[in-house]
């Protein structure tokens, strides 16, 4: 579909824009819960392990605590070389009565070790791992993780601290999480443009149905389901193609319902206005008269009757007005009835259909040349210029005009500003209905030619999507 096509009519809503929308935010909601969980795991993992790695330290400084000469002592040399190394970044105190054995990675820096530590494990300051021992120096300090384990070796309670400089951990975990984002967020964004891309192909599948039906409006012929619809629209387009049959068959019925009844009720007609001429009927002229306004009247009412009941039917239109063919088949039949009028043709781009059916564009063009014609002295002209959004259909005359503050008056059914001249004041009435049909407008204006000039402007998309009147 063009981006002219899925524009939203007023009141109404995009379904594809929703569901980009509905998609891209799940995808988002997806890619946060996915980033949190990934994000926990890997920092609960990492902690356990390394918690369970200074259990394991804290088992073995156990082992190697001996009583000698009562005094508690650490066998320096079996100890793991990561903690007679100074600043190394593992670290130990052993409290047992009242002796303090710290590892020599410390450098004499009091650890916090509380009796009841508030967490276990808990963070305290240390010293930095790597930093360069000095005299009397202050220390770079960093956290530590510590982990505080309580055993009682031959009566004795014995308190352990074993601590860690997590600090490179952390960032290696940060830069884990930074990656993690990172990637995900690429994949969230290659995702949501491929299902961007899926939803359009898959609107694309309608584009078949939505020609089938321009091309039935159109009037090239009977509606046709396309093939390789989606599963989910086929019954719809099962529907339209049903309905659609019908609505063509009763439109088809309506009309010609209404030219037997034109044909039957214009056989009356044709015999009362022959009686009109009877000569006993021509003594009593007043009679006459008003048997033959009567007449004209009756006339006019089946005409406008039968017009409005076959625009008001024409839901589905089943045949198109094309130029040239009509509008000069629709011309010759005007030079008969109006033989002293020149008729000219001013127009572009003629070779395509009108947007209006058929019928209607006989009744419509057909009542604005007939009503030029009867107030022309020589000549009409009809003009037809196309634009990017419509057509304009113009016709003047060089009769007497009407003046500007009559123009509205002319509409008005069964108005005549001229009784003597033959009409029934309906013509510009019909034509404006026809125009209401299509969505479309009339314009009246003097004519360069110094009579009457009158416009009738038809949108091209109400070909697809008429109005109603």
């Known amino acids: 579909m063009t981006d002219s096509q899925q524009k939203p009519s007023s009141g109404g809503f995009s379904l594809q824009r929703r569901l980009r929308w509905g998609i891209s935010a799940m995808l988002l909601v997806v ?3 996915l980033w949190l969980a990934a994000s926990f795991t890997i920092h609960a993992l990492v902690e356990h392990y390394l918690v369970t790695r200074l259990q394991h330290d804290a088992d073995m400084l156990v082992t190697q605590l001996q009583h000698e000469n009562g005094h508690w002592q650490l066998d320096n040399q079996s100890l793991n070389p990561i903690y007679r190394q100074p600043n190394s970044g593992h670290y130990f105190v052993v409290e047992v009565d009242d002796q303090r054995l710290a590892s020599p990675s410390l450098g004499g ?8 530590p508030p967490e276990n494990p808990y963070e305290t300051p240390a010293p930095a791992m790597g930093e360069t021992a000095t005299e009397n120096p202050t220390p770079a300090l960093e956290p530590v993780l510590v982990h505080f384990q309580q055993e009682t070796i031959d009566g004795h309670p014995v308190r352990l601290y074993v601590a860690e400089d997590h600090t490179p951990i952390q960032n290696y975990l940060l830069w884990f999480d930074a990656i993690f984002a990172a990637v995900a967020l690429l994949v969230l964004v290659l995702t949501a443009g491929l299902t961007q891309r899926l939803v359009r192909r898959g609107f694309a599948s309608l584009n078949p149905l939505e020609k089938q039906l321009q091309s039935f409006s159109r009037g090239d012929g009977t509606f046709k389901q ?21 609505l063509q068959e009763q439109l088809k019925r309506y009309r010609h319902a209404n030219a ?7 056989t009356p007609l044709h015999v009362i206005f022959q009686q009109l001429n009877d000569p006993e009927l021509q003594q009593h002229p007043a009679l006459q008269k008003r048997i033959k306004q009567q007449a004209e009247r009756l006339r006019a009412l089946l005409e406008r009757e039968l017009a409005q009941a076959r625009v008001a039917g024409n839901t589905w239109q089943a045949d198109a007005f094309e130029f040239p063919v009509h509008v000069h088949e629709l011309r010759d039949a005007l ?5 002293h009028i020149r008729i000219h043709l001013q127009t572009e781009g003629t070779g395509q259909a009108l947007p209006i059916e058929k019928e209607d564009g006989f009744e419509l063009l057909g009542t604005l040349l007939d009503n030029a014609c009867k107030w022309a002295k020589n000549t009409v002209r009809l003009s037809l210029q ?24 002319l509409i008005q059914r069964g108005h005549r500003l001229d009784e003597n001249t033959p009409g029934t004041g309906l013509g510009l ?24 000039r009158v416009c009738a402007w ?7 999507a008429p109005g109603s009147t």
Request: overall charge negative; charged content about 15%.
């Open 260 to 266: 037997d009844l034109a044909h039957a009720m214009k």
């Open 226 to 246: 396309p093939a390789g619809l989606p599963i989910e629209i086929t019954p719809l387009a099962n529907a339209l193609q049903h309905s659609l049959g019908l």
């Open 386 to 409: 196309r634009e990017s959004k419509g057509i304009w259909l113009c016709v003047d005359d060089d009769g007497p005009g009407v003046a500007p503050e009559e123009y509205n008056q």
């Open 109 to 116: 820096y009091p650890l916090w070790t509380p009796r009841h």
């Open 458 to 464: 038809l949108p091209l998309d109400a070909w697809h």
């Open 335 to 339: 030079q008969q009835l109006h033989p």
């Open 31 to 33: 890619f946060i819960a």
């Open 429 to 452: 009435a019909i034509a404006t209905d026809i125009i209401n049909r299509y969505s479309g407008k009339l314009r009246i204006n003097q004519s360069p030619m110094g009579g009457l």
